[in-house]
């Protein structure tokens, strides 16, 4: 009765969708076991009442229920020995705040546990928290790592401590998963075709982005000495390789994303010229931004292939066809005077016979050169 009437707050219909034998049995079993986790409770006209021990995906309002797994749980004390809340909005963020703020602190300082009771049940909430971290920044876009520890100490010494180096281990199989989705998304996401040189840049920036905040993460001072309390207190070799090997392919990753943005910076100012100034600006444009082309050909490591050049040498001569396309349209181009017409008409032929020039002028310089001739 205690727990149904706290139920009422989602809305009109709980009682009704109330199901003794399913939802009463979730319950007893939160109520029953000492060392339970979280409970969760959502409703909606159509779903009806859900009770789960994970936060369900998407509702407006969700009520939890966290026990003390130091007490067992009687009529006369189910007030006091469970805590209740109810979050509202963005369910995973409001419930982020309040786990990290009020009930982490309050339950990891709790000094009243059997030590069994403590570690299996904070062990648990190590996870619930690691899982609950990744899916409110997951829903903005983010990777954020879930760190259990604020302040590692002593590597050395935290490596004897077979309770810590535990909890570590389950904490670097989640980043180590973390991790290599972050790589295989990235392995997986292309430019569409249509897109302009702009675009080329705005997707190694993005990339680029993703990438550095996750490698930066793993290189904040104390998750560095998580893992090297890992190297030296953990038996598990194989959990230390598959981290090692998931971080490698992120570095090598996010290095050349770097690389690209910073070289492929230097041509945006051309590209801009491209795609928003007239004819007369594109013809100014060609020569400079060809030499800055070469120059990133030249010392570029990602950009002195056939394969990824040749595409953004593609997507440059599709936005400058565009742009002729829009300058000569013939049904605007009869009704402008005769040598308004001509005049409109040279200048976008110039601008094609410029960009045809421009490029083999360029291309033999990069033959003559020596460096992988075309």
Known sequence: NWFKARLSVLGDGVEESWKAKEHGQVVSEFLSLVKSGPLFASFDAEAGLKLS?????????????????????????????VNFGLVQG???????????????????????????????????LHKFMANLTESAYEAKGQTVLYIPVDDIGDAHLASKDKDLVQQLEST??????????????????????DAGPLAEIEFWRARNAALASLFEQLNLPNVKRMIQVLEMGSIDTNLILAFKTQFNELTKLYMETKDNVKFLTTLERHFKNISSGSLTSILDTLPPMMNALRMVWIISRNYSDDTRMGSLFERIANEIADKVGQEIDVQVLFKLPPQEAISKIDLAKNVLVQWHDVYLQVREKIEMSGRDAR
């Open 53 to 81: 021990r994970t936060v369900p995906a998407q509702y407006t309002q969700l009520l939890f229920f966290v026990r003390d797994p130091n007490k067992f749980v009687t009529p006369l004390n189910i007030a006091s020995v």
């Open 90 to 124: 963005n369910v995973t963020d409001t419930l982020l705040k309040l786990m990290q703020g009020l009930y982490m602190p309050a339950i990891l300082s709790n000094k009243s546990w059997p030590d069994s009771v403590k570690k299996e049940f904070t062990g648990q």
């Open 172 to 193: 670097l199989i989640h980043w180590t998963r973390q991790i290599k989705e972050v790589v295989n998304n990235q392995d997986n996401s292309e430019l569409g075709e």
